[in-house]
């Protein structure tokens, strides 16, 4: 199994120009974040900016009568701000990023071989939505396999105008963020702001404590957000069962067909999950495209109505 252990400095190199390094992973461990510069270019980024786009204008036409499009109510009226299991929202290029190897590589560098795609959305706020995020760790555990976030950044994200702050070295037990708010705002101890540019990528241990201030007329924000678990991990600890993960798996032949298809003169991921985390298909493409999270595992938050503001 994948666990959090320490790395050897003569540790190999990693397996492609998509997996981290030793030093990434280890930076990664120590911190609870790390960023990957320039990560998602090109073509790609350009057809995922446009279908976050088209993400938010179905969104605001369907007025929140899907419950995958999520709205709250801020100073300035109602705003949405978040598209929940965005591979069946009708941009296919959703799941050629999942199935690409700048993905994919990250993905088994940190959960090993058997990863598992638990969630995926794109969370935003719109110029002038300033609204805070409160500090919080989006879900606490056992910490005997390492849980994380795949953060794209479709837009630049700046100091000032709500970038996403961190604490770093958080990680590493719960924390009470309700305290932390109290008695520091948002100048708490070693808290950092992450600057941004599109296509950057940021990968945040989902127990290291983050968030954003309230800012201003502020730009267009979008992130894509993919979590990403180890199949053992979830086997031991929960909370969804084998039928659940078995369904999540579903996805990433779907994904690496996906980018096979769009991006044939790319590089693609070679898949090496064991034979038992490789489920048949359903036949049913709509059917496996979303798979609906029945049960979450309890993060860190100083409110009921703070739970799930941001991956």
Not at 200 to 217: C, I, K, T, Y
């Amino acid at each position: 199994m994948t666990a959090l252990t320490d790395l050897s400095p003569t540790s190999p190199p990693p397996i492609s120009r998509f997996h981290l390094t030793a030093e990434q992973v280890r930076f990664f461990d120590e911190q609870g974040y790390l960023i990957l510069r320039n990560w998602v270019t090109g073509d790609l980024l350009t057809r995922l900016q446009g279908a976050g786009q088209r993400w938010i204008e179905r969104g605001l036409e369907d007025g929140g009568k899907n419950s995958d499009h999520l709205f709250a109510v801020r100073e300035a009226g109602r705003v949405m701000w978040r598209v929940d299991y965005v591979h069946d929202k009708g941009e296919p290029v959703s799941l050629e990023l999942l199935g690409s190897p700048e993905v994919l590589g990250v993905a088994e560098s940190l959960c090993g071989p058997n990863f598992v795609p638990t969630y995926e959305s794109m969370v935003f706020k719109f110029e002038g939505d300033g609204e805070k995020v409160p500090w919080h760790q989006d879900a606490v555990h056992p910490r005997r396999w390492r849980i994380f976030n795949y953060d794209l950044y479709l837009d630049e994200s700046r100091a000032g105008g709500g970038a996403l702050r961190v604490i770093p070295k958080s990680q590493t037990a719960p924390a009470d963020v309700c305290e932390l708010a109290e008695q520091h705002g948002w100048d708490a101890p070693g808290s950092i702001y992450v600057e941004m540019e599109p296509g950057d990528v940021l990968l945040h241990d989902v127990m290291v404590v983050h968030g954003s201030e309230r800012a201003e007329g502020k730009k267009l924000r979008r992130t894509i957000y993919y979590e990403f678990r180890a199949a053992e991990q979830i086997a031991a600890e929960g909370p969804w069962d084998q039928e659940w993960t078995e369904r999540r798996m579903r996805l990433l032949p779907l994904a690496l067909r996906r980018r096979q298809e769009a991006a044939p003169e790319h590089p693609q991921f070679d898949w090496q999950a064991a034979p038992e985390f490789r489920p048949a298909s359903l036949g049913n493409e709509q059917e496996e495209l979303r798979v609906v999270h029945l049960a979450h595992t309890p993060g860190s938050y100083c409110s009921a109505g703070d739970v799930k503001l941001d991956q």
